[in-house]
Nanobody, 128 residues
Framework: QVQLVESGGGLVQAGGSLRLSCAVSGVPFNSYGTGWFRQAPGKEREFVAAVSRSGSRTYYADSVKGRFTLSRDNAKNTVNLQMNSLKPEDTAVYYC?????????????????????WGQGTQVTVSS
């Protein structure tokens, strides 16, 4: 059974930091690239960041570039999203997901339909 479990969300003031983690089980972890998406109330799910299966390549949405850092640990089957300089507009439910059909150093796509497995999400709230 595939499980992706996000953790680390919470309430933080603007300018603060949070570190989200995604623990993956039930699938060969390094067979999939991983992405993070977020969804704010009344808005569509949007791409945040993605990392290749190897962990050596990352890609970020313009809105988070320079503030968020994505890393993966293939030995621990986890992916971490370090979020710094948080803004109120970063408030959303954050989801991690495993992509399909990517090669070892290929960055997963930014489209949700390219991801086969999803976690339940973790709430991030940034107060002004």
């Amino acid at each position: 059974q595939v499980q992706l479990v996000e953790s680390g969300g919470g309430l933080v003031q603007a300018g603060g930091s949070l570190r989200l983690s995604c623990a993956v089980s039930g699938v060969p972890f390094n067979s999939y690239g991983t992405g993070w998406f977020r969804q704010a109330p009344g808005k569509e799910r949007e791409f945040v960041a993605a990392v290749s299966r190897s962990g050596s390549r990352t890609y970020y949405a313009d809105s988070v570039k320079g503030r968020f850092t994505l890393s993966r640990d293939n030995a621990k089957n986890t992916v971490n999203l370090q979020m710094n300089s948080l803004k109120p507009e970063d408030t959303a439910v954050y989801y991690c997901a495993q992509s399909i059909g990517t090669s070892w150093n290929e960055i997963p796509a930014a489209r949700p339909n390219q991801y086969a497995y999803w976690g339940q999400g973790t709430q991030v709230t940034v107060s002004s």
